[in-house]
Structure formats: structure tokens, C-alpha cells
């Protein structure tokens, strides 16, 4: 007799899932994940994985230390029997805190997100050290990508350059790249673009930023900056400073000239009377706020109504809420004529916002760092400037040196510093002011 064996219909037959135990790695393998950051507003994910665990109204992250999910799975299991063993305090002291383990010979990845959790540096200086310090490991370092590098592209080389190891970048290949860079001189100043990137490179590996980042550089548990020697108390042993020995070039001081740079500013007032100040107000703002108080780009950019005295005829400089100054001599009182005070006066009634400069729907105080928020009106006054003469670099720049030229030649050199708020009056001396007074001497006192 025939026995009535039970169909299988495939697809309809389900097996069990398979259940491991915390005790068994496997089972991590589905807790572990790649943690996110965020720059510059956009979300990045972290190139090792990570583990979250909660329990006991505790919940803590570890970071694994690898990107191999295999290593990062026997990682978490490692933590969790150790956390069951020992509990929460002994588990952060060996894992998180003092305890927390080191890391040799760490990537550029860990090393800018330490960089970014441990360092008091503002986010445009942050900005700036590391957009310098990718460009200098992509070149130096010679990572290849193919396609745009903005966008979809810009991504894509972002997360090699991530991959690096530190290790790689060494004072040797800084100084075949820099040699390589200023004889290819594909650049209108290769040596200050060289200098520039090296110097804002450097800046990351200060004593004073890698304190409470590295554990040991060059086999040091110490670093020295003019204070003295700092010890190190972070975790990233970092196995040699990549810029020792490494120095600037000497690049030749360019003090301003106004011929040179094509700057008439009795011929600009006149032609942004007629052509700016009519259809362009805002753009006239920019140009007279420059020209009257060299007041630097971001300066502009974030200056307030309430932040001139209109009755003292005084624009006082001064950080807020949006605004970190660039160093502490900025901050100061700018004195300004009756002609400025009375064109602000009329200005204002017309604006709307709390900003001097209005952006067209663009007053939001938030921005991404190393943005204006008057980007775009910036662009719009060089072009204009250029188009009628101004041949420098930085035109707006430019108008901040023929202010301070102004006041050096009408009230001397130690005001002309105190207005454009520099720290260092040989600032103003050898690079700002430009000699309009020529001494001479008059041989009539020898002749009888």
C-alpha cells in the first residue's frame, strides 16, 4: 500500500532561522554597524564599525577598530563577556576611558574625527586644516581617482583619502611633492599655494591640538610647542611627525601698491554712486563697509545694525552669536564720516533684517563653515572691481589695504594698525601700508 508521503512545495517551506548565542560571534555580526558623523551638513559613515550597546538605563558605543566585520564581530563579542564578567565601570575603564585602547599608526579618518572631538578649533580653522591636509595627502601620497571631484566624485575620493594611514604620509614624499608642485608652477603663486598647504597641514599636528589626541608621536609621549613640553594624553600613536623637518619657502614680502593694483578709489566712490547704489544696494553696502572700514569679509558678512552707532558715528566690531572673531585685537571701534553714517541711515530704512547686508532670502544664520552667507554678493563686487581696474588677487581685500593706506597717511603708522586691528604692527608696516610720504634729504643745508 502506497504511504501518503506529505508534499514539499518549494518556495513555500520555510526553515527556521538560525539563533546565535551573545556568547557566539556570529551573533554580532548583526549588531555591529558603521557609525555616522556629520561635516559640513552632510552625513558621513565611519570606516570602522562600531557597537552600540544598552542595558541597565546605560547605553554606550565602542568603536572596533576595523572595517573587517568578522574582526569587528569577535571585537563586540570580546566586550560584551567582559561587560557580563566585570560590569559597566570596569568595561568604559578598559575600553573607553583611561583604558580606552590605542590606536597604532591610525588612518586619516581617526585622525580628523579625533581632531574634530578633542580640539577647541573653530569650524572655519577646522575647515580650512583639513581641506589643506586631504589636498596634501591626495598628492602627495598619489591617490588616483578618475572622474569629477565634486559631488558623487568628491565623495568618492573623499573616502580613499580616509583610508590612509598616516604612516604614509612622511616628510620624504611632502618634499618630492612640494618640489614636484613648484616646478610644475601650474598656479599664479606656486609658492605661497605650497606654503599655504603646508602651513594649515602642520597646524593640525601643533602641540596644542594633539594633546588630548595622541598617545605617542615619533616614539614621544611628549610634544613641544613655545609654552614648553606637553604630554600627551590621547589615544593615536602616531608613528613619526610627517612635517619634520619640513619648512616654508621663503617667498618675498609684496607690500601693497596701489598703482599696481589698479585701486582709485576716488574713481570706484564715484562709479558705485552712479551704477551700484541706485539698482544694487546691497552690493553698494559691501563696497562702502570696505572702502570706509576695512572691515574683513566675514566682518561684513555677519555685521548687524545694532552693531552701529549711529549718533557716535562708530561700527563696533564684535563677536556674536554667528560670528567668532579671527583673534582678539579684531575686536574693536571703527570710526566713521558723516557722508557714511548718513548713506547707512538710508540704507537701513529700506532693509529688513537684522543684518547690514541682506541676502535676499539668504538671512539665516545657519551656513556650512568656510561659507559666506554673502557669498555670492562678494563675487559679484570682485567682478565689478575688476571690471574697472582693480587687477589684484582679492579685490575686496585690496580696498581693506587702501583703507589702512589712508589712515597710516593721514594719522600714521600706529593708527593705521589699531584700525585694521592687527596684532602685530609690522603687519601693517611691511605688507598694508604703502609709503606715500618719500623722505628725502635736503642737501640745501650743505650748500652755502
Known amino acids: 500500500m502506497a504511504k501518503n508521503w506529505p508534499r514539499i512545495i518549494l518556495g513555500h517551506f520555510n526553515m527556521p532561522a538560525i539563533r546565535y548565542s551573545k556568547s557566539d560571534f556570529r551573533y554580532w555580526k548583526t549588531k555591529v554597524f558603521f557609525n555616522t558623523y556629520t561635516y559640513k551638513g552632510e552625513k558621513f559613515k565611519q570606516s570602522d564599525y562600531s557597537v552600540r550597546f544598552s542595558e541597565d538605563s546605560q547605553r554606550h558605543t565602542f568603536g572596533l577598530g576595523t572595517g573587517n566585520k568578522d574582526e569587528a564581530a569577535r571585537k563586540a563579542r570580546e566586550i560584551f563577556l567582559f561587560r557580563e564578567l566585570n560590569g559597566w565601570e570596569s568595561t568604559l575603564e578598559k575600553y573607553k576611558s583611561k583604558g580606552e585602547q590605542k590606536v ?3 588612518t586619516v579618518e581617526i585622525f580628523l574625527n579625533e581632531i574634530r572631538d578633542k580640539t577647541t578649533l573653530k569650524p572655519d580653522t577646522l575647515y580650512s586644516y583639513e581641506k589643506k591636509f586631504r589636498q596634501l595627502i591626495t598628492e602627495a601620497c598619489e591617490i588616483k581617482h578618475e572622474g569629477s571631484r565634486v559631488g558623487k566624485g568628491n565623495l568618492a575620493l573623499r573616502n580613499k583619502v580616509n583610508k590612509v594611514m598616516l604612516s604614509e604620509l612622511t616628510p620624504s614624499k611632502i618634499m618630492t611633492w612640494k618640489k614636484k608642485f613648484i616646478s610644475q608652477g ?71 601698491d596701489a598703482q599696481r593694483a589698479g585701486m582709485d578709489l576716488g574713481k570706484l566712490f564715484n562709479l558705485a554712486q552712479n551704477e551700484l547704489l541706485p539698482s544694487k544696494p546691497e552690493l553698494y553696502k559691501v563696497f562702502l563697509i570696505a572702502a570706509v572700514s576695512g572691515l574683513r569679509r566675514k566682518e561684513i558678512d555677519w555685521l548687524q545694525w545694532d552693531h552701529i552707532d549711529f549718533k557716535q558715528q562708530i561700527i563696533h566690531v564684535q563677536a556674536s552669536t554667528n560670528y567668532e572673531l579671527k583673534s582678539a585685537e579684531s575686536e574693536n571701534q571703527i570710526a566713521i564720516d558723516e557722508f557714511t553714517v548718513n548713506q547707512l541711515k538710508k540704507l537701513k530704512r529700506k532693509s529688513k533684517g537684522k543684518f547690514v547686508v541682506s541676502t535676499s ?17 562678494f563675487k559679484q563686487l570682485c567682478k565689478w572691481l575688476r571690471k574697472h581696474g582693480v587687477k589684484s588677487q582679492k579685490p575686496i581685500h585690496t580696498l581693506r589695504q ?47
Open 186 to 256: 601650474g598656479n599664479k603663486s606656486p609658492v605661497q599655494t605650497v606654503n599655504s598647504i603646508i602651513r594649515n597641514s602642520k597646524s593640525l599636528f601643533s602641540a596644542n591640538n594633539l594633546v588630548f589626541v595622541a598617545a605617542e608621536i615619533g616614539g614621544s609621549k611628549h610634544a613641544y610647542d613655545r609654552s614648553g613640553k606637553r604630554t600627551l594624553k590621547g589615544r593615536l600613536i602616531i608613528p613619526h611627525d610627517p612635517f619634520e623637518d619640513v619648512s616654508l619657502e621663503k617667498v618675498r614680502i609684496r607690500k601693497y
Open 361 to 377: 532670502g539668504r538671512n539665516s544664520a545657519s551656513r556650512k563653515a568656510g561659507s559666506y552667507r554673502c557669498g555670492y554678493l
Open 104 to 106: 597604532e599608526s591610525p
Open 402 to 448: 587702501e583703507a589702512t593706506s589712508i589712515i597710516a597717511d593721514q594719522y600714521g603708522l600706529h593708527a593705521a594698525s589699531s584700525f585694521a586691528r592687527h596684532s602685530d604692527i609690522r603687519i601693517t608696516s611691511q605688507v598694508y601700508v604703502e609709503n606715500r610720504k618719500l623722505s628725502q634729504v635736503d642737501t640745501s643745508q650743505f650748500r652755502s
